[in-house]
């Protein structure tokens, strides 16, 4: 079942109706409209809530983003660059999001630094294809890992807090 924190989350989110890929260069970009919009929705969403934790952007076609996220702990700012490719057969699989600088430092991490998120977050994506897009894999898929393994590497001395300027990893 979804906790009722997540169902909010999720309820905020605009849900996408075109089923396309970066390979269906029209439906792509109409996806790709909606995607951007979405995000625009769930980031104002998470401001108003004072929940603020990325930034991403992407390339002109859209199928590499980029940016940064954070997690607070104990009230230091843990920094983080992510990133992650759209598969050429999304939205039916969804983006494997990595964070480069935390590869190897986790067992729930593949290598080159991307997230796990078959248990949990892949069976729910399937069930919800064309519906859930990019926003819906930062909320359901990188919010909880971060919940979850960034306070257990902190706790192990894996990370710790930089001043401004210095990496986090």
């Known amino acids: 079942m979804v906790d ?12 996408l109706k075109t089923k396309a890929g970066p390979r269906e260069k029209e439906l792509w970009v109409q996806r790709l409209k909606e995607e951007y919009q979405t995000l625009i929705k769930y980031v104002q969403n998470n401001k108003a809530s004072d929940l603020d934790w990325f930034r991403l952007e992407s390339n002109k076609e859209g199928t590499k983003w980029f940016g940064k996220c954070w997690y607070m702990h104990n009230l230091h700012k843990y920094e983080f660059d992510v990133e992650f490719d759209i598969p050429v057969t ?5 983006p494997e999001i990595a964070l480069p600088e935390l590869d190897g ?20 994506w399937a069930r919800n294809v064309p519906k ?32 401004k300027g210095e990496t986090s990893g």
């Open 132 to 163: 859930f897009g990019i926003a819906h894999a930062m909320a359901l898929g990188l919010a909880p890992w971060l919940a979850v393994e960034i306070p257990d590497l902190i706790e192990k001395g894996v990370i710790s807090y930089k001043e």
């Open 4 to 15: 009722e924190g997540t169902r909010r989350t999720l309820s905020g989110i605009p849900l």
């Open 105 to 124: 430092k986790t067992a729930k991490m593949y290598r080159g630094g991307k997230i796990c998120l078959t248990d949990h977050f892949k069976p729910l």
């Open 90 to 94: 999304y939205p039916t699989t969804a």
